[in-house]
Every structure is written in C-alpha cells, then in structure tokens.
C-alpha cells in the first residue's frame, strides 16, 4: 500500500542551495532564486504529521493548486512557473509574510468551536450573536494568523499585524484586497461545479518589490467546501454539511481522541481506512476540478519525479 505513496524525498538536484522538509512539502531552493515544490503523500492534523502517507493525495493537492494559480493569475500574479510532474510546482522564490490570509464566508470549524464557547471575536472582528453552525456571514470576514515556522499558527488582528511590523499598513491593505478578490474568483470557479467554497487561506510574498501568491490555494488542506445541493436543507435542520476538505480526517481523529494534545495517543491507520482517505482525495479533485483523476505511475516514484525535476532545471 505504501510504496504507492510519497512520504520521503532526498533528492540532490543540479545547482541546489537548499532544502527545506514542510508538514507536506519538500522545497528545493535553486541557485538561491527557483524553489522546487514537492508535493508528498504526507498528511498533517492539528498541526502534527500522521505516520501513514496518502497515495495520490500530493497529486491531487499540486494539481488543484496549479489548477487555480492559473484561474486567478490575473488577480494578481503568481509564484508558479511550471509543473514538470504531477506532484511537482517550480516557481519563483519570494520573501515570504509572516502571516497568512485567513478569510471565511461561513462560521464553520475552529471558528465554530470558539464561538460555541461564547467567544464572539476572532481576530479583532465582533461576531454577532445567535448564529449558527455553518450559518453564511453577511459578508466574508478576514482573520488572518501568524506563519509558524515551528508548532501552531496563532489568531493575530489587522491592527496587530500593522502595530507590530509583520506587514506595513500599505501592503496589509493590498493584501486584503487580494484575499476578497481571490476569495470571490475561488467562489465562482465552486459555484460552477455546485460547491460552496466555505473558507480558505492565502499565502503572499515579495520578490523585487512586488506582491506574489505564493504557496498552494483553494486546494482541500488549505480550504473548505461544501457541496451546494442539500446545503440549506442541512442548515435549517441543524444537519451537518456535506463537505469536501480534510476536515473529515480531523474529525475520525477526535472521535478517537487525538487532537494533537500532550499525552494523545496516534490511532491506529488500517490500510483500509488510509485507501479511504485516499478515494476521498481523488473525489475532492474530481469535484473541484470536474475532471476525472488520471493516477500516476507509481511503480517508480522518487525517480520519476527526480527526473522530471532535473529537466525542467535543465531548460530554465
């Protein structure tokens, strides 16, 4: 089951100046100006790396990602250059903000799960009262968090953000903008395949003083779907959605009680539970992109991917 799956690279590639090993992603940074993003079969919840790798689900995520990068490119351009294999994205290496563009259109998830406590303010915004889970905010709200490089991405205010230096206020301000538009074009590309993009998170850096999207977006680890059929039914029933994200794994790991907390202890994955997890992956991508999933050739994977790589360097 495993050799189908991703969970390692040690690639040493032409002109390489450094590597860096992410939740999910290996990045390989060229000439100190190409990153080389591999997308692995690793998956993460509660900011903690599962033992099992996921077949096809870095396949899945790389292709959403770049399905999107190209659909929003005139928003505002992007890290992307190429995709010379299926798990792989070469792009351009952009000094990263220290923090990530967190924008909602419904009070779902940790939002949810703070509101119920009686909290009623994320990230500086008020949230009225007697709202409902999954119920749509008037408009959609930002609420941006820190860029951990170790452990958990914290909640942090517009005001915060600007007072502290982690971003100027002109280039908060542009930021913002972005995040609506991408977020609103993220809206329409779902609506057409009969999803509700739910929330979703945006990544931004600076390369010779311009604004890039970097990273993955509106892939199933970075957002939230739900499915629109059904959708309002649910709501007024007090039913819980139909939903395409990982949430669902998530979810199987609090019912048994794992949170990432100290002193939880790691279910067991079942090969059938880790095949499941990776038909649900193929299914988001299916429905997200409209398309049916072709598999790669596994048989080989570090090589062929290796390979891929080195040409694509090879005619930067």
Not at 96 to 101: G, I, L, Q, Y
Not at 214 to 233: L, M, Q, V
């Amino acid at each position: 089951m495993n050799s189908k799956s991703l969970t390692k690279t040690d690639f040493n590639l032409p002109r390489q100046t450094a590597k860096y090993i992410g939740k999910v992603r290996d990045v390989y940074t060229i000439e100190n100006d190409i990153l080389v993003m591999v997308v692995s079969d690793r998956i993460s919840a509660f900011d903690v790396v599962l033992p099992v790798g996921i077949p096809y689900k870095g396949q899945v995520l790389n292709q959403i990602a770049a399905y999107h990068l190209d659909k929003t490119a005139d928003i505002v351009q992007n890290w992307k250059i190429s995709t010379p294999d299926p798990m792989v994205t070469i792009g351009h290496k952009c000094e990263p903000f220290k923090v990530e563009m967190v924008i909602r259109g419904y009070l779902t998830g940790s939002a949810w799960r703070a509101y119920k406590k009686g909290e009623r303010t994320l990230c500086g915004i008020t949230l009225p009262e007697g709202m409902r889970e999954n119920e749509k905010f008037s408009q959609p709200i930002i609420t941006p968090t820190t860029k951990a490089d170790e452990g958990h991405d914290e909640n942090i205010s517009k005001e915060e953000i600007i007072a502290s230096g982690l971003v100027s206020a002109g280039d908060y301000q542009r930021l913002e903008e972005i995040t609506y538009a991408l977020f609103q074009r993220g809206t329409e590309l779902a609506a057409e395949k009969g999803l509700i993009l739910v929330d979703t998170k945006y990544e931004f850096g600076k390369k010779d003083g311009e604004i890039y999207l970097i990273d993955e977006i509106h892939t199933p680890d970075s957002s939230r779907y739900f499915y629109s059929e059904g959708y309002e039914e649910r709501f007024q029933n007090g039913e819980p959605q139909r939903q395409l994200s990982k949430e669902f794994v998530r979810q199987w790991l609090i019912d048994h009680n794992f949170q990432g907390r100290d002193g939880d202890v790691m279910p067991e994955f079942t090969d059938e539970y880790v095949e499941s997890i990776s038909e649900r992956y193929i299914e988001l991508y299916e429905n997200i992109i409209g398309e049916k999933f072709v598999k790669g050739d596994t048989s080989k994977l570090s090589e062929r991917i290796e390979g891929a790589i080195c040409k694509a360097i090879d005619s930067l």
